[in-house]
T-cell receptor, first 112, second 113 residues
Framework: QQQVKQSPQSLIVQKGGISIINCAYE??????FPWYQQFPGKGPALLIA?????SEKKEGRFTISFNKSAKQFSLHIMDSQPGDSATYFC???????????FGEGTQLTVNP | NAGVTQTPKFQVLKTGQSMTLQCAQD?????MYWYRQDPGMGLRLIYYSASEGTTDKGEVPNGYNVSRLNKREFSLRLESAAPSQTSVYFC????????????FGDGTRLSIL
């Protein structure tokens, strides 16, 4: 079963708009939540990550919001650009180890 | 700086054939991973190796074997390929066990007819 659920599966946004991707988890042992970005033909690359001791982390146009009580976290991309068109994966890691559990992925298309 | 290198980039096999996917990293990382990526299913861990000489099963290990040849190289073998193993395979590495970004190769696209 998928331990990290991600939605939507695909997302189309106009240039300058806000892209929002949501993830939910069940395992309370997860304590590290990275987001990876993947361009076609390439491997995923770390975009931004958060730990549950903070509710929000911002890096440029990318923000992670974290709701520990709801066991949900989301990625917001402000002022979305065509160059942001990619597949985005949320992930989670337990305290005890270095194994990442990935969400299903969201294919983002930003139209010019 | 090559990072994580995977070979081959593409491969077509017939059912029942065997092959080995190669992965090498030049970052002196301890841990290495093999994932498969299928549409709508994200990245699923096949096997991982926390250090040279050790390997552990991930979420979907059936039908695969791995070898951590040395600190640099981690290979994935399909002994008898099946159409269900058609996928994109990614190798990744991290320098130590926790809270470090995984560095991915660009994948091997494998089709099994």
């Amino acid at each position: 079963q998928q331990q990290v659920k991600q939605s939507p599966q695909s997302l189309i946004v106009q240039k300058g708009g806000i892209s929002i991707i949501n993830c939910a988890y069940e395992n309370t042992a997860f304590d590290y939540f990275p987001w990876y970005q993947q361009f076609p033909g390439k491997g995923p690359a770390l975009l931004i990550a958060i730990r549950p001791d903070v509710s929000e982390k911002k890096e440029g146009r990318f923000t992670i919001s974290f709701n520990k009580s709801a066991k949900q976290f989301s990625l917001h991309i402000m002022d979305s650009q065509p160059g942001d068109s990619a597949t985005y994966f949320c992930a989670a890691e337990e305290t005890s180890g270095s194994r990442l559990t990935f969400g299903e992925g969201t294919q983002l298309t930003v139209n010019p | 700086n090559a990072g994580v290198t995977q070979t081959p980039k593409f491969q077509v096999l017939k059912t029942g054939q065997s092959m080995t996917l190669q992965c090498a990293q030049d970052m002196n990382h301890n841990s290495m991973y093999w994932y498969r990526q299928d549409p709508g299913m994200g990245l699923r861990l096949i096997y991982y190796s926390a250090s040279e000489g050790t390997t552990d099963k991930g979420e979907v290990p059936n039908g695969y074997n791995v070898s951590r040849l040395n600190k640099r190289e981690f290979s994935l073998r399909l002994e008898s390929a099946a159409p269900s193993q058609t996928s994109v395979y990614f190798c990744a590495s991290i320098p130590d066990r926790a809270r470090q970004p995984q560095h991915f190769g660009d994948g091997t696209r494998l089709s099994i007819l």
